[in-house]
């Protein structure tokens, strides 16, 4: 008899996991429910076990279908469906049932009750019935890969009392500068049904593609949805390679309807007045200028957008929207609203009217007209805006909802205002972020957002009153998909990210708690194996930092985990030869140029994911440098230090390593302690002009014997090149060849932006991450 149990799996994880403190937490279910008790004994699927449900409708039969497929899939046969005919539910059944309980007042909540006699699943709506059988597959065991059938499954006895904490719990998905297949969407919304996250934010329209067929607008998708080259990087050149594709009406109504069936809302994203230059491709005559235009093919901010003194822009609109409407019954309808610049509107005619009839102050004032507008016709046909936080800029539109993702800013101002808020900020909910070392992992937009750090997200500011708090509806994570080609990317940047934001807005704030939801996502990190799901491991790495020993003040290599309890392993190779697998301890002491790899450990012997990482040791390792010019505050890794620690940091992560110069040149100056023979001095610079960071015009390089009298190096020195995407650099002046005691560096930044920039006429940035002294180059 071959019999699995939750319990088994849940004893058998590897040793990162953490045993739960008391039995009311010993389960795996993720979103953690409001209130769990557990109890003795565990009910026994097996073939001839009824599913019951205590009505006939269509709802109640399918959702004991979904529950009877999840059973399936552990290998029992199929379950017979009834209704139930009886007062009183038989002896070793499964009941869905619902019903106007009065202990249930949430339209989302259930109560799901499993003894040795039978499981007892009632709600007082489909969506409280589709949410408990999600828990209840978390209870039951992992399927297997061998697909060999079970003579019974149990289930662990126990009591869930659960509803969510916010209404709203959303994952975004732009389709516009990347687009994915109707089969990846229907993938997609599943992963985000089983935590118990209800609403699918469908970002259709972008500069770079326009996603959904209009069919009053043929060219809309027959000239929008396609451009002649995607960007190479950060905007380093073009593919050349043909682009595009669009989501038929037809296919848009069948993701609607999919979504429908597993209770996830689907909210269409139709961008204005920016992000519009698709649409302006096809159609120039919305623009302030006319055009020609064409689909654009790079990433970024583009200042055409839709003309607002241009009443056929509003006809156009309204048009869009009839048929969009047609094809989604969401209440919301999100009408972008962000990074819309007002170049062209603050020279174009109509505009300028418009401002004068309307009685505008300004351009700012303009926006809130135009969404204004928008939100009247859409008022009328029954729906309401959402819209990024932009929209709140020249005032907001009487009814509308605000996204808030430039910080919370934007949502605290909103919710005082008395308007709902999804909140969303970059800092923890932007899924396009790095979420690891960049060294180790796949091309981002940059930022740094661990699985630890979106865990740890609190919705609701602080500064709101209770009332003001009421307007948090939830919050959302966000997957734009500039630097995502594939499927498998997406997921890779979702999750698990996507499963710790589930909790953040299901669970209550109070019983939220890191060390048992790392336990509880190992478990269904094994489900989404068995779905096939690409999702990071970053979360299961180890971070390589440095730190200083306060005994005898050297630099050693310290490892960390963000995950409690973590056991991890290491080894490393330096002039010496390579060492063999280490347990970790305590930091190591770094005396040469070394090279750390680390990992978690696990019972099965094999690393989860191993962090490698190159430590510069050299003469100056360790040394405070004195800085003589003012690094921004937002930039400043580790301060002073970070630039002697011997780690270089990354081209595309502008946040560990760095410290970064606003409009001031590096001037610093380094104490060796004695007289050395100076070879080679090198300091680390980094070019990202995306993020208007650019190589210094020069940098000199200076010694000196007593720290007074200095002298120019006069080695061999290279030629600053500008390179054509991000790069982290690093400028060697070598064969120097002189003694000295102290080094003084000065990297001279450009200034300003250069013409044709973006950026133009603004500070540049300047950043550097290490000054070597005798390194091993």
């Known amino acids: 008899m071959r019999i699995l149990t939750s319990v088994l799996l849940i004893l058998t994880v590897i040793q990162i996991h953490t045993h739960a403190k008391d039995s009311k937490t010993m389960h795996s279910i993720i979103p953690a429910p409001v209130s769990f008790h557990s109890a003795k004994g565990s009910f026994s699927i097996k073939p001839g076990t009824l599913i019951l449900t205590n009505s006939s409708s269509k709802e109640l039969s399918r959702l004991a279908s979904t529950l009877n497929e999840a059973i399936s899939n552990l290998g029992i046969a199929p379950l017979a469906i009834a209704t139930l005919s009886e007062t009183s539910q038989p002896a070793g059944s499964i009941l869905l049932s619902i019903d106007n309980y009065s202990e249930i007042n949430n339209n989302e909540g259930y109560i799901l009750e499993v003894s040795k006699k039978g499981i007892l699943l009632k709600a007082t709506s489909g969506k409280g019935i589709f949410y408990g059988i999600q828990s209840l597959i978390q209870l039951m065991p992992v399927p297997g890969n061998d697909k060999k059938e079970l003579s019974v499954v149990k289930v662990p006895a126990c009591k869930i009392i659960d509803y969510p904490r916010f209404s709203y719990r959303g994952m975004h998905l732009d389709v516009g500068r990347h687009m994915f297949p109707v089969e990846f969407i229907k993938k997609y919304i599943d992963l985000m049904s089983m935590y118990k996250v209800n609403n699918f934010h469908w970002h259709l329209t972008e500069d770079q593609g326009w996603r959904l067929e209009i069919k009053k607008y043929p060219l809309l998708t ?180 605000v996204m808030s993702w430039r910080g919370t800013e934007g949502g605290i101002a909103a919710a005082k205002m008395g308007h709902d808020v999804v909140m969303t900020p970059g800092s923890h909910c932007y899924f396009d972020h790095y979420q690891a070392n960049p060294a180790g992992e796949p091309f981002a937009i940059g930022g740094f957002t661990t699985l630890k750090k979106t865990y740890s997200y609190e919705p609701v500011p602080d500064v709101l009153t209770e009332k003001e708090s009421k307007h948090i509806l939830g919050s959302q994570g966000n997957v734009w998909t500039e630097y995502m080609k594939t499927s498998t990317h997406v997921e890779y940047m979702a999750y698990p990210r996507a499963i710790a934001l589930a909790e953040v807005n299901w669970s209550p704030r109070e019983s939220r708690n890191w060390e048992n939801f790392v336990s509880r996502l190992v478990i269904n990190l094994k489900r989404l194996d068995i779905k096939n799901v690409n999702y990071s491991k970053s979360a299961f790495g180890v971070e390589i930092g440095m730190i200083k020993d306060e005994t005898t003040g050297k630099l050693k290599a310290e490892l960390k985990s963000d995950l409690p309890g973590a056991a991890i392993q290491y080894s490393y190779s330096d002039n010496k030869g390579a060492s063999s697998p280490k347990i970790y301890n305590s930091p190591v002491e770094i005396n040469s140029v070394t090279t750390i790899k680390a990992w978690l450990d696990n019972k099965s012997g094999g690393p989860l994911k191993t962090t490698e990482r190159k430590i510069w040791f050299n003469e100056a390792f360790g040394i405070q440098p004195l800085i003589n010019t003012l690094y921004d505050h937002r930039y400043q890794a580790n301060g002073a230090v970070s630039l002697t620690d011997g780690l270089r940091g990354d081209a595309n992560s502008l946040i560990n390593d760095w410290l970064g110069f606003l409009g001031e040149n590096v001037d610093l100056i380094i104490d060796l302690g004695s007289l050395k023979d100076i070879q080679n001095v090198s300091i680390g610079l980094l070019h990202n002009p995306g993020n208007w960071i650019f190589m210094p015009s020069a940098v000199d390089i200076k010694l000196s014997e007593d720290g007074l009298n200095f002298f120019d190096s006069e080695g061999i020195a290279p030629d600053i090149i500008t390179p054509s995407e991000p790069r982290a650099i690093l400028y060697s002046v070598v064969n120097i060849q002189k003694k000295a005691r102290y080094i003084h560096i000065i990297a001279k930044n450009i200034g300003d932006c250069p013409k044709g920039h973006p950026g133009e006429g603004n500070k540049a940035w300047l950043f550097v991450d290490e000054a070597l002294v005798n390194t091993e180059l």
């Open 222 to 401: 027959e000239i929008g949805a396609f451009r002649k080259s995607t960007p190479i990087g950060k905007n380093a050149g073009d593919d050349n390679i043909f682009y595009g594709g669009f989501y038929t009406q037809e296919e848009a109504r069948e993701v609607v309807e999919y979504a429908a069936s597993k209770y996830v809302n689907v909210i269409p994203e139709i961008e204005m007045p920016g992000h519009a230059l698709a649409a302006l491709s096809a159609y120039p005559h919305l623009s302030c200028t006319g055009g020609p235009f064409e689909v654009w093919t790079m990433w970024g901010v583009h200042d055409d957008i839709f003309c607002a003194g241009n009443d056929e822009v509003f006809h156009f609109l309204e048009d869009v929207l009839t048929e969009v409407l047609d094809i989604f019954p969401s209440k919301y309808i999100h009408i972008g609203g962000d990074e819309a610049p007002k170049t062209r509107w603050d020279v174009c005619q109509k505009c300028q009217q418009r401002i004068k009839d309307e009685n505008l102050k300004d351009s700012h004032e303009l926006q809130s007209y135009f969404i204004t507008r928008m939100e009247k016709f859409l008022n009328k046909h029954g729906r309401q805006i959402i819209g990024w936080d932009e929209i709140l800029e020249g005032g907001l539109a009487p009814g509308a909802t």
